[in-house]
């Protein structure tokens, strides 16, 4: 099963800005959707946005007109830059993309938004 691994999580003051990567082990995520979710202490997983293969993007109302989802497909990434960040963005966050009839997920990175 292909592995995702996310990285760029940590610690940011609120209004300030983080940028989130997303990978695959052993395959590509060119050809692929590639999702972000995100949970939160206590709080059922949530739907932050994703990126089509064609570079499609759509993002969760909470989300939009901050936070934007791009790849690279010259180094097999995608990104998640989030802007004008909250308190309430803070949260586990996640990609995820189909690999065949198989959704695989990565271990997700902490985004935590405090003064």
């Known amino acids: 099963q292909v592995q995702l691994v996310e990285s760029g999580g940590g610690l940011v003051q609120p209004g300030g800005s983080l940028r989130l990567s997303c990978a695959a082990s052993?395959?590509?995520?060119?050809?692929?959707?590639v999702d972000w979710y995100r949970q939160a202490p206590g709080k059922q997983r949530e739907f932050v946005g994703f990126i089509t293969a064609s570079g499609r993007t759509a993002y969760a109302d909470s989300v939009k007109g901050r936070f934007t989802i791009s790849r690279d497909n010259a180094k097999d990434m995608v990104y998640l830059q989030m802007n004008r960040l909250k308190p309430a963005d803070t949260a586990v966050y996640y990609c995820?993309?189909?690999?065949?009839?198989?959704?695989?997920w990565g271990q997700g990175t902490q985004v935590t938004v405090s003064s």
């Open positions: 995820t993309a189909l690999f065949g009839d198989v959704a695989s």
């Open positions: 052993d395959s590509t995520l060119s050809a692929n959707a």
